[in-house]
């Protein structure tokens, strides 16, 4: 992720302090502003539509997870993923799991 990933959030409408104001981030106890949870389960997204769909996005049903912590921006994210359809995503500087107990199904009408 681009360091600079949580301030586009901000043309989506998000104008949470917490992803851009490193004094409002240190006062919910972070260290420095959050990503937001949207862009870390779009990154996921990505890595199931290239994956298992091979981009094809009409084959892309749906995804589940769970955020079990937080991205800083700049952050790599890895998406595992297994052949029924379980993913976890996990933060590779810290080894902590983003977005855990993950399930991705394709679509049923897909070609």
């Known amino acids: 992720m681009a360091i600079e990933q949580a301030l586009y959030y901000r043309w989506n409408g998000d ?14 106890g972070f260290e420095r502003p959050i990503l937001h949870g949207l862009c870390t389960f779009g990154a996921a997204a990505q890595a199931l539509l290239a994956v298992l769909c091979s ?3 009409t ?4 995804m589940d997870g769970r955020f079990t912590a937080h991205v800083f921006p700049g952050e790599t994210l890895r998406t595992e993923i297994w052949n029924d359809g379980s993913f976890r995503t996990r933060v590779v500087e810290r080894d902590k799991i983003a977005i855990g ?8 009408d897909a070609a």
């Open 59 to 62: 084959r892309f049903g749906s």
């Open 15 to 28: 104008t949470n302090p917490l992803h851009m104001d490193p004094r409002v981030a240190q006062k919910a």
């Open 55 to 57: 981009y094809g996005a």
């Open 101 to 108: 107990n993950g399930l991705f199904k394709l679509r049923r």
